[in-house]
């Protein structure tokens, strides 16, 4: 197994690690922080793949620049987001947001 | 800068556990608070694992934007929000078993596949570009995207502002 | 020649449409573009047959149109070697055909005229008239078709216009009913001809008359399968000329106007049975037991019916049930091989049938609609030109010598006794009660006392002269017809005419003195007694009827009643019919397909309450979802790749 099969092993494991805080956590604001490592496994997966295949230089590392570019606002925004609907709804429990139920 | 294979197997182990750990620990903490925390030193492991693979110039972004601002942000957000006290059913959601199988099935799926079949591509480490490569890369090629995401931060921006904005009265 | 062969139906279609289209607006002129343009199809249809008596013996053929090509060997199915059908909307011309034009035409022209009166304060007075044009098309298509599934398109065309008009006053439901008996009672004949068709181009792959005929006289037709088609086509015969045991249809088809009644049930449609038999005289006469079916069962109708009209009240259904009786002979004459006896008496008939059904209009027109005989009286003295011109219908129709009907009567009666004893005497028996129950109705209705209602009596008046020219005009014939085609008798006009068509008929020498008068006298003396025994009846001891009833009431109510034939009809097929309709109505119908669809229906709304849950509003389980597929989608490709 080489070495990048380790690394992106290891963007899977962590891939998954998010996904699962995302679907089972219930504060919203643990899963927004869950959804950051989801990206991060990515943006790791993106380099390795950079760092050990010939291809556009340096196509890789920009390419996960952008996306921590991207992160950044959408944390941005998301926080935003539920702070204002904490003041309506003086809840971060994600189950209680179900208003488009059935 | 090393040329060459120069995977650190070592290193590489310690980085990996404590990314892991501390992916972990943001996921299953009670406590918000320690979810933070925990996100702050799994970004600056992310940070590590980057200076591993030779992209300087991402390691210090990270370390700029994850673990200097959204960190902060989210920190915040935790400081204007409401705990929650409870037992530990009261912190995951009623599909939370469900999410847990799926999300191993999911990892042992995608490892299966990567390492049954291998990926086809060099072993030899290849050079990431520098600081100065890069930055030639990014204002010729990229330069369009470069330009967009300063709109999207904008927009960002201003969406963050007009959501916090205190709701007046309409008349 | 052509011109005016093809001009000849397509007139009337044309009438039908314009008329149906602007009709309404014309209202009481309604009638002007239908009438003209069938003025001049019977002038066309009188100048074709002029064509067709200076062409002796020609076959006038024109083929303008293909209409089916299909068939021969097809990609589809290479094994079979199909045969190609090829039909087209061809023209044929005969002498037999020039009567039926004649016979059409100027009747049907009549007939129109007759309407313009008769129908006039009538609201579906332009319906009436496109209905009428219609059927002079279809009429024509019939007897000018030179194929039988042309003249098939005609018989149907026909049978349509018929219910059409016998429903014609569709808001009272016993006309409603009356024409959908007639169509379904045809239909029954209908699918026989249908059948015999199938046969015939099984077995000579063709529908053309000429190509069919020269297959039979070829002997390529087997014995069998010949009489099978022949008594096919005869079942269709049986429908639309009202024979036992289809003729139920014809009396209840006096719900119809009169002219209707006296168009089509009279002298053109219900020939049209008559006129498909005579035309396939090549293949009947190939047939014995063919033709001995057609005999027997032409006897029989012609005295059943006969037998009936002793009773009838209404001054139509003794009309109808004398038509019944008529193509009863016609069918006698055509089965025993007088084959030209059978057409010379259609000729004939048309016209003295249709004068009394016309005639009978007059009366109920006067009668401000009455139709009970029983109601009538003492017309003779109100309404002379009507009872002039139907005392001669009458006499034409029992063959009261010299008028028409005589001569063509007697040869049928000739040809029926060098056939057999027995049919001749069913013959003359038939003949004698032809004439009291036909004077029967002109006694009741015009002589004696008045026994209508007084505010009816105050109205009798002879009608206007559009009713009566066409009466005075169809009399004429009625009388000297008989005298101008059929004279001497077996050697007349009518006999060289057809020759041409009916080959191979065994001419038998007429002699005034010997066998042939001597019939001649029988047949003459015998109508005498029973206008004598009429007379006795219904004018010199008016109890008399009632007190026969009463001796014999099983008789009597026998035929009232119309032998229960319908009655029977109801019982055997029909409610069998109507109960089976039903079962599947509720059980197939209701049960299984709408239970089918509406189960599929009622499937998905249950698929859909049962989903339902899945909406749970919350994103995190949507999110489950995706991830979810996600993990189907890599596994499918792990599968696919590794497989």
Known sequence: MSALEWWLVLSALLFCIGAFGVLARRNIIVVIMSLEIMLSAVNIALVAIASFRTGVPGGGTLFALFIIALAAAEVTVGIAIVVGNYRHQRTVQADRFDELKG | MMPGGDFHPVLFVILAAWVLVCALGVVLSKKVMYSAVSMVFCFLGVAFAYALLHAELLAIMQLLVYVGAISIVVIFAIMLTEVVEGGYRQFFTRTALAAAALALLTAGAIVVAVVSDGVAGATEKTLNPGLQELSEILFSRYVLPFEVISLVLLAAMVGAIVLSRKQEERR | MKAIVALIPILPFVGFLVTLLVGRRMKHQAHLIPTALVTGSAALAVAAFVWVHEHEGELFHYEPLAWITAGGPSSLWPGVESVALKVSWGFQVDSLTGIMLLVVGLIGMLVHYYSIGYMSDDPGYYRFFAYLNLFMFAMFILILADNYLLMFLGWEGVGLCSFLLISFWFRRKSASQAGKKAFLVNRVGDFGFTLGMFLIFVTTGTLQFTGVFEAAEAGDIGAQTLTWVCLLLFVGAVGKSAQFPLHVWLPDAMEGPTPVSALIHAATM??????????????????????????????????????????????????????????????????AGAWVAAVFYLFVHGFFKGLLFLCSGSVIHAMSGEQDLRKMGGLRRKLPLTFWTMLIGALAVVGVIPFAGFWAKDE?????????????????????????????????????????????????????????????????????????????????????????????????????VGAGGLLMLVSVAVVLAGIGVAYRMYVRDVEEPKRLAHRLPIVYRASLNKLYMDEIYEVVPIRATVSFARWLWMFVDVKLIDGAVNGVAALWAWAGVRLRPLQTGRVQDYALDVLLGLLVLLVIFAWVWVV
């Open chain 3, 270 to 335: 219900v020939n049209a049975g008559v006129y498909m038999v005579a035309r396939s005289y090549p293949l009947f006469i190939q047939s014995e037991w063919a033709m001995v079916v057609v005999m027997v069962i032409g006897t029989f109708t012609a005295v059943y019916a006969a037998f009936i009209a002793l009773t009838q009240t209404d001054i139509k259904r003794v009309i109808a049930y004398s038509t019944v009786s008529s193509l009863g002979f016609m069918f006698m004459a055509l089965g």
């Open chain 3, 412 to 512: 049928i009666l000739a040809g029926a006794y060098s056939y057999s004893l027995t049919v001749w005497v069913v013959g003359i028996i038939t003949a004698f009660l032809t004439s009291i129950y036909m004077f029967r109705l002109m006694f009741l209705a015009f002589w004696g006392e008045s026994r209508a209602d007084e505010h009816v009596r105050a109205h009798i008046h002879e009608s206007g002269w559009v009713i009566t020219i066409p009466l005075v005009l169809l009399a004429v014939p009625a009388a000297l017809l008989g005298l101008l085609a059929g004279l001497p008798p077996e050697a007349g006009w009518i006999h060289g005419f057809l020759e041409p068509v009916f080959f191979e008929i065994e001419h038998h020498e007429f002699h005034w």
